[in-house]
Structure formats: C-alpha cells, structure tokens
C-alpha cells in the first residue's frame, strides 16, 4: 500500500448510506442473470469486492497500482508460465479451493496445489522405470500402493509425476523443449506401483514477475518446500493432486504456496553408495528411497462399491 492512504476516520451515516446504495445497485444488475450459479458468484464477488473496498479505502493511486499488477500479470503470462495461478497459490486461494472441493473422506489422501508446471502429455514408463530422464539429480526410488477407503488395491490408476530438477528448474523452465522429471505410469493388478525420479530440493518460485514484486514487498520468501508432484485417477474415483514433501526440509513450515500438509511428509531413506538398488540399477554414488501409499476417495455422486473402474 502506498504512504498516502488516507488516515481511519468515521463514516457518516450518510456517507455509508451512499456506499451501502451502490452495492444494491450493482447485485441488483446482475439480478436476471440466467445461469442461477453464475449469478451467485458474480453478486457474492461484487459483495466482497465492495466491502474489500469499504473497508480499506484505497486511494484513487492505489486502485490504479492494483490495475497495474494485475495486467502485469497477464502481460508475462504465456503458454509456458501463468502467472495468475502464482498468484493464486501464494494468497492461499489455490488451497482454499482445493479443501472445499476435496472434503475429508475416511483415510483418503489430502490434496493440495497443481502449481503452474503441470504438462498433459508426459511419456508412459512401466512400473519400475525412470521419469528423471535428463533431469539433474541424486536418484531416487519411489513406490507404493493405490487403495480406494475400503481397503481395496486400485488397478490400473493412471499415476502422473513431475518434479523440478536439483537446480530447482521444471524442464518447461528451460524453453528448450525438453521433457524430463516428468512421465506416467499405471498400477498394476495389486495396486502396485514404482519408478525412479530425483530426490526433491527446494526451489523458488518464479520471482521476476509481479507476483516475486508481491513477496519482496511484504517480505515472504519464494521458496517452496522440496516435493514430488503426483495425479492419480482412476474410474469411480476421484481424482486426486498431491505432493509428498522431504522430512527435515527447512521450508516445510513456510512454504509460499502453502501446499503443505503433515500428513503427505515422508521420510527420504538415505541408501549409501554401493547399496543394491531395485530392478538390480547400477547406482554409483548415493541415492535416497521413499515409500508413499496412496487412497482415493469415492467420487462425488459415485457410490463406494461397485463403481466401474476403467
């Protein structure tokens, strides 16, 4: 906020009165809206923009400076990079919105952010591959099992990974078109699943937009904690987007996006050189393990059995 905001003063009755008579102006607008959803959240927007206002009284300045970052936002947004969902992930809104779409369901696993390096498309590796591909990094082994809340082993989920590489870069960061640290894999008729990737580092956010100008400015840190992205889906179940975050990481209390959660830290099992790896891989220098067990929740609308899976 800039240094000539206008000090607090009390507002006359009549003043409010004129404010107050605006807000019922705008909702009314929006009053024969067709779509009953679009126009519950274009009036509860308007509602909350205007007391946003009200309470805060920027100055004409300050509104134009709020103009200003936004369309910056979009003038460096592009195909590789959004600059709107960073925005949203470091106001916490990208997490409040995945808690109110991903209600607490038995044991299933907590969700949290898709961030913005998310690419459809990534190569298929069996159980047991290599999604680091040319990404930099000290390997690592990861597997698990996919479970419904009833205890029952998920064939066949479509398991997406993606992780940024030891210098803390996603492969779309380089412009070069590579694909590393990214792939997908299926489980198979247990459940089972297993790849190699690279044990996660912690990595900032892209800072060279106004969204880094937002931090600097209210001295928040870009860092994101060291994580490992997952997408799982599978027929009659709800999709879920998660990370597993590295126990011990030094940013797991102030991640910037807020992404995480106590119960999606795992233990990265530090394996010296020459310790036989899975798959009987030739490792020569040291590597880490982690095991994360995965549980979908039903599907909204989907019943718990008998739902068919594809």
Known sequence: MSQDAPPAKEISAEQDAREEALV????????????????Q???ALARHLHAFVRETRPTPRE?????GFLTACGQISDDRRQEFVLLSDVLGLSMQTIAVNN?????????????????EGSPEIPIGGDMSGAAAGEPCWVEGVVRDTAGEPVPRARIEVW????????DVQYGDGRTAGRAHLHSDDQGRFAFWGVTPTPY????????????RATGRSPMRASHL???????????LVTHIFVRGCAYLERDSVFGVKES???????QEAGTPAPGGREVSGPWTRVRFDIVLAPDQGAQDTGAERR
Do not use: C
């Not at 509104?63 to 103009?67: H, Q, R, V």
């Not at 209600?103 to 690419?119: K, M, N, Q, S, Y």
């Not at 900032?204 to 931090?215: A, E, H, Q």
């Not at 992205?229 to 999709?239: C, I």
């Open 204 to 215: 900032p956010i892209p800072s060279d937009g106004p969204v880094g100008d937002l931090l």
């Open 264 to 270: 999606l830290i795992r233990d990265f099992v530090r």
């Open 163 to 170: 992780e940024a590489d030891a210098d803390g870069r996603y």
């Open 229 to 239: 992205h997952f997408m799982v889906s599978a027929g009659g179940l709800r999709t």
């Open 41 to 43: 959240l274009v009036q």
């Open 103 to 119: 209600e607490a369901r038995g044991d299933a696993t907590e969700a949290t952010v898709l961030g913005p390096f998310f690419v």
């Open 63 to 67: 509104w134009e400076a709020a103009i």
């Open 24 to 39: 019922r102006q705008v909702l009314a607008a929006f009053d024969g809206t067709p779509s009953p959803r679009l126009k």
